[in-house]
């Protein structure tokens, strides 16, 4: 199970790549998806690496990025 997990708002992304470069494991990828404003959107290609480190939330000047860590039950 991957420790973190990351949401990205289609609709505010530009598709900066910023975040993509920012990720240390290659969660995040501009996929040829566009928004209703045409921009080509970041997307999660490799969920399973993901540490929930928010580099990527932290890089991306839109505000467009959540990143959530998973919880361990019983804690």
Not at 2 to 19: H, M
Not at 29 to 43: H, M, R
Not at 58 to 70: G, K, L, N, S, T
Request: glycine share 10%; hydrophobic share 45%.
């Amino acid at each position: 199970m991957p420790k973190g997990f990351v949401v990205i708002d289609k609709e505010r992304c530009k598709g900066c790549g910023l975040c993509v470069a920012a990720c240390p494991f290659g969660v995040l990828a501009i996929t040829s998806e566009l928004n209703p404003y045409g921009y080509a959107v970041a997307g999660v290609i490799a969920p399973e690496k993901c540490t929930g480190c928010a580099m990527c939330a932290q890089m991306c000047p839109d505000v467009a990025i959540e990143v959530y860590r998973a919880v361990k039950e019983g804690v």
